[in-house]
């Protein structure tokens, strides 16, 4: 009998694009918008730019929110394309979870990592975007083999069932301390009758995390953190990236780019009328630090938006080349978070050393930050396009 071999998919451009947006956006934040809009207080313009480079207080969304969603959408995207990869290369299925639950783990690892570069010790912290990832993924995996009727169904139990969570731990009482949550009973941002169940530091995940967090070494005991962010966000997190993998299936498996784009933009309106509902009603707010279920659905409404558009232009459209330095920075995307993440403040330094201290006000003290930052993308991008051109990429 004749040996077949599955080819192994192509890589999408629009997709590459996309992630590789989402990664500028957070890469930008060296350009320090607020402080320009410190500078120029009566501007609106750089107000508004503040503001969408800045993460909402509580409820609400600006562009810098939708960044974490949107690279954990594209992770559940990227799911189908890997398993038919490694298909593709006769790996057996407890080889693939072996790969699995490496990824998850040096995500983990490398979260915590990059958290403790400025610590005293080692900062054992669950919330921010690699270790979020790092912890659903192996459910995704699983997911990945399940039918579309499952993976809906596995999305509805995990908004509920977080929801059900939250609704069940009690409010504050009159005798409430409220020092040991980083905030007053009179906050402006709080939210009242039923709502009041995802206010931040006085929830579920809030007490889940005064116990997990103190199951590790620390300078001091954890009390709250500061942002009101939680590790159990890991949760609805796991629940964007489902949206990512459902999304994935439909792009790889479309036989029509129209009919692709219409599924993708009945589902966007389907999620947001959803998230708006449930919002408005009281019954759940959007809320990225918690990333409460509506903040669930409303985000991967706003994902399945932004990939209908990259789609249509960079694929449909065949406008690549347009998009080439996102494309640089989206193949390459844990090298760019590492990059961003790790090495700013180093080429930020560098910069003082070799043209002085005062270089970065050659048009003003007040876009100082902006010349600066703007000389640190820069040297970022050139590095990864270096890695592009040398088809050197950071694999986990």
């Known amino acids: 009998m004749k040996e077949t071999t599955t080819l192994p998919p192509q890589r999408v451009s629009s997709v590459d694009a996309y992630r590789g947006f989402v990664m500028f956006l957070m890469m930008a934040e060296v350009l320090r918008l607020g402080r320009v809009a410190e500078a120029f207080p009566d501007s609106a313009f750089w107000a508004f730019l503040d503001f969408h480079q800045s993460h909402v207080r509580w409820v609400g969304c600006s562009l ?96 509920i069932g977080y929801a059900a969570f939250f609704a069940a731990y009690p409010l504050p009482g009159p005798d409430f301390d409220w020092s040991q949550t980083g905030t007053t009973a009179d906050w402006e941002h709080h939210l009242k009758g039923f709502a009041a169940h995802w206010n931040k530091n006085t929830n579920a995940a809030w007490a889940f995390d005064r116990w997990f967090l103190n199951l590790f070494p620390r300078e001091k005991p954890f009390e709250f953190n500061g942002g009101g962010y939680s590790t159990l966000s890991f949760i609805p997190t796991l629940g964007t990236m489902t949206l990512g993998l459902i999304a994935g299936k439909w792009l790889k498996s479309a036989v029509s780019s129209t009919l692709l784009l219409k599924r993708y933009l009945i589902t966007a309106i389907a999620l947001l009328v959803l998230a708006l509902a449930f919002h408005f009603t009281g019954i759940n707010p959007i809320v990225k630090r918690i990333w409460t279920p509506a903040w669930t659905l409303f985000s991967g409404g706003c994902a399945f938006l932004l990939l209908s558009a990259f789609y249509f232009v960079v694929d449909v459209k065949e406008n690549k080349s347009w998009f080439y330095p996102l494309i640089v920075i989206g193949t390459n995307s844990i090298a760019a978070y590492v990059i961003a993440d790790g090495f700013g403040s180093f080429i930020r330094g560098s910069f003082k050393i070799h043209l002085g201290q005062h270089y970065d006000a050659v048009f003003g003290d007040g876009y100082a930050s902006l010349v600066s930052g703007a000389l640190i993308l820069l040297v970022e991008w050139l590095i990864l396009r270096w890695m592009y051109r040398k088809k050197i990429f950071i694999k986990i």
């Open 64 to 159: 810098h929110d939708l960044i974490q969603p949107s690279f954990s959408f594209l992770v559940g995207v990227a799911l189908p394309y890997s398993m038919a990869s490694r298909a593709s290369k006769n790996e057996s299925v407890s080889i693939m979870w072996m790969h699995t639950i490496r990824r998850s783990l040096i995500l983990i690892l490398l979260g915590i990592f990059l958290r403790s570069m400025h610590s005293e010790q080692t900062n054992f912290t669950f919330e921010d975007t690699l270790t979020q990832i790092g912890l659903g993924y192996p459910i995704l995996f699983a997911l990945g083999f399940a039918s579309e009727k499952v993976q809906w169904g596995a999305l509805g139990v995990i908004l």
